[in-house]
């Protein structure tokens, strides 16, 4: 009866709109246990909370002794459940704190003796403060909630299946606090387990929206309550109807102190926008031992480059070179908007002190040796660099990195990156390698850079900050990047979010092993690692995750060169019955999706198609139809079926195998016909078209046909591995942009 009572006044409480007074009172069971300095909720508290929140629970009620305990039971009715109370004890059932199933006053009675003589066996130093009892809950598929935080990325919410599928398989899904009903579902979707949820073995399918609601609602306390460091509702019993909290612990700690605000923050992001267009340019320190590299890359600048060198063996060389060296940066009459520094890292925080005091705009410092080595001296070094570039309006690029890129202007940090034009493409990484040989492969296969940095250390100018500055400008169709880690990674995922509004962004991220665990959950270990966290931001964010170069070259290619891929449907061209095969398992490995055309698409290719030796289901056996892509009438007339079928979203076809391959060594003008056919065809259709077009076959003339191909707007791909994963994510970007857009 009383606990009938109980649940009406909770529910009245609801009708007549007592929200805001029930936040009050949760967020007081927070305070109070912060004051006192705990560092956890008790089980009692914790439930109290939840239940001041609306979250289905029942509330325990403290005995001290057997004969409260029995009369409690009365109460509520049989069975019951006894835990014991115990600030030092964090899991129950590890002290043989834990009593189930209990019929009568006896058998409670007989718990509290069992739970206390166990508690004073097994943690002797635990005090003992009586049992919480509650009524036993009835069966249901159990899960696990949790709330957690990330020392980068704030309040993250978990969602998984308990037991073996948590232990074992560690079948859970994070995101980011706060999110909305339509995240939410997704994180339930992405369990392994999820298929329990609609019902097995003859169960009924449990309540989805209740669900979705609770994590919803997690996920707006947890982000207005900092407070709380941790929360761990496990298990969490899932009904047809509803839900209901069985175990819960909640972890507490100060409110963090909010991050001090930069005043230098706008000047310096100008700064940065102003490097990007510089008008001058200053190399500091090149040398004869590094082949003037940075010089050498400077080469085509549009504005005016000065060289600043003392060294009076390095001078007559630079001057050979026809750039105007000066022994110091007052000498430089013109406002410097960007300098490069390439000069040992003892020296580096003097350079910086006089470019501050000599107004450059940004500098970017190659110079390495600093907390990337875990030497005192580097961090030092390091740490000096920051306060002297925070105390002032300089943007910092790096240190420890290959610095800017902007072709339009010719400001280069490589000697062989293309000038002179701007593109669309635009990236961002910590490695200046991968910036390198990403500008240098991209413009191989005729992508053009809008702009490029190389970062390296992240010191002050973070790569929310670049992300800000490239996803703003209208020319950006697609941003890429490699990304290693975050100090901010709130500011990060919101930045990418923002980006990811308006251009697909990828990510290829560095170090993500189980091994670099830090945010966990009680009893259930590293749930929440790195990886798990990260794969969160991503998709989250409306970004999409790239395994490396290669895959990150690809789909800018396809992204960049080609229609948007808005669908998975493949319609696939090969040349032979064994490539046919290959292809089609390729693509639908990688969840890429090959349909069946329509009944008109097949009633046409039936019209000419020759199927012996070939097929005109999807794929394509078309070989002995276009006769390797010399029939352009046919070519023409498969590719523009493909083009008409609804089913079918994007088309890929493979070209140069085996023989014709060869003959083209002799034969150019058959291949130069066909890429012109390609290249008029890829002008006029709204689908996503590429080549595959195997390196191994004539090597020679296949790379000569790629370079052709690009030259007329066609993607073109190595191999169906390649092609197929450039797809996929291509597709993922459109949905993941989709996502969030509502």
């Not at 509520?76 to 004890?89: Q, R």
């Not at 007559?316 to 410097?336: T, Y």
Request: charged content about 25%.
């Amino acid at each position: 009866m009383r606990r009938r009572h109980a649940i009406a006044r909770q529910s009245e409480r609801a009708k007549i709109g007592e929200k805001s007074v029930s936040e009050e009172i949760a967020s007081k069971i927070i305070a109070d246990a912060v004051a006192a300095g705990r560092a956890s909720l008790s089980e009692i508290e914790s439930k109290r909370l939840l239940s001041e929140l609306g979250i289905a629970v029942d509330v325990p009620q403290l005995a001290r002794d057997a004969d409260t305990a029995a009369r409690i039971a009365e109460g509520l009715g049989f069975p019951v459940a006894l835990k014991v109370v115990s600030e030092s004890v964090s899991h129950k059932s590890e002290v043989g704190g834990v009593e189930l199933n209990l019929g009568s006053g006896a058998d409670v009675r007989d718990a509290f003796e069992r739970i206390r003589r166990s508690l004073a066996a097994k943690a002797p130093d635990a005090a003992f403060g009586g049992v919480s009892v509650q009524p036993m809950a009835k069966q249901g598929v159990e899960i696990i909630v949790g709330i957690a935080r990330d020392d980068r990325f704030g309040a993250l919410v978990m969602v998984g299946f308990g037991g073996i599928f948590v232990e074992v398989f560690k079948d859970t899904a994070i995101r980011l606090a706060p999110f909305d009903a339509s995240e939410a579902r997704s994180m339930i979707d992405r369990l392994r387990g999820a298929a329990l949820l609609k019902g097995a073995r003859g169960t009924s399918p449990v309540d989805r929206d209740a669900i979705v609601s609770l994590l919803v609602k997690l996920s707006e306390f947890a982000d207005k309550h900092p407070e709380i460091r941790e929360m761990d509702l496990n298990p969490v019993a899932l009904y047809a109807n509803g839900f209901k909290v069985l175990d819960a612990r909640v972890l507490v700690g100060a409110r963090p102190e909010a991050a001090a605000v930069d005043p230098h923050k706008p000047a310096r992001i100008e700064n940065l926008k102003r490097a990007f267009d510089a008008k001058t340019v200053a190399v500091i320190g090149d040398k004869r031992m590094g082949g003037y590299l940075w010089l050498r890359a400077m080469r085509n600048f549009a504005g005016k480059l000065y060289s600043v060198q003392i060294d009076p063996n390095e001078i007559p060389a630079i001057e050979a070179m026809g750039i105007d060296n000066r022994k110091s940066l007052a000498e430089i009459p013109e406002r410097i908007d960007y300098a490069v520094s390439a000069v040992p890292r003892q020296v580096a925080p003097r350079i910086l002190k006089d470019c501050v005091d000599n107004k450059v705009g940004s500098i970017g410092f190659f110079t390495s040796g600093f907390s990337e080595t875990g030497e005192e001296a580097g961090i030092a070094l390091e740490r000096n660099l920051k306060e002297i570039a925070l105390a002032s309006d300089i943007a910092l690029v790096g240190p420890n990195c290959m610095g800017l890129y902007s072709p339009a202007r010719g400001l280069c940090n490589f000697p062989e990156e293309k000038t002179g034009e701007s593109g669309d493409v635009c990236f961002i990484s910590q490695s200046g390698t991968h910036t390198i040989n990403f500008v240098m492969q991209a413009g191989e296969r005729g992508v053009k850079i809008n702009k490029a940095a190389s970062i390296g250390n992240v010191l002050v100018v973070e790569a929310a900050d670049y992300i800000d500055l490239m996803a703003a400008d209208p020319a950006t169709r697609v941003l890429g990047m490699y990304i290693e880690g975050v100090r901010d990674g709130r500011r990060f995922f919101e930045s990418v979010r923002r980006a990811a509004a308006r251009i697909p962004v990828l990510i290829w991220k560095g170090g993500t092993s189980e091994a670099g665990a830090r945010a966990t959950f009680s009893h259930t270990g590293s749930l929440a690692t790195p990886g798990a966290v990260w794969d969160a931001v991503v998709r989250q964010s409306g970004a999409v995750a790239v395994a490396g170069p290669d895959a990150m070259v690809d789909v800018v290619e396809l992204i960049a060169r080609g229609r948007e891929v808005k669908g998975r449907g493949m319609g696939l061209v090969a040349m032979t019955g064994g490539q046919s095969v290959i292809i089609t398992d390729t693509f639908s490995s990688t969840g890429l999706e090959i349909p069946r055309l329509s009944q008109s698409s097949y009633d046409e290719l039936k019209s000419f198609f020759n199927i012996i030796g070939g097929s005109y289901q999807n794929p394509l056996d078309a070989g002995g139809t276009i006769g390797g892509g010399i029939h352009h009438g046919n070519l023409e007339r498969i590719l523009q079926i493909l083009e008409r079928d609804s089913a079918i979203d994007s088309i890929v076809l493979e070209v140069g195998t085996g023989l014709r391959a060869s003959r083209w060594a002799a034969h150019e003008e058959e291949i130069i016909g066909l890429l012109d056919r390609l290249g008029e065809f890829v002008k006029r259709s709204a689908k996503p078209f590429a080549l595959v077009m195997h390196p191994a076959h004539v090597e020679t003339i296949v790379a000569r046909g790629k370079q052709m191909a690009r030259e007329r707007g066609i993607v073109v791909f190595d191999s169906f591995e390649r092609a197929a994963a450039a797809f996929r994510t291509a597709a993922e970007s459109h949905e993941a942009r989709a996502r969030i857009a509502g």
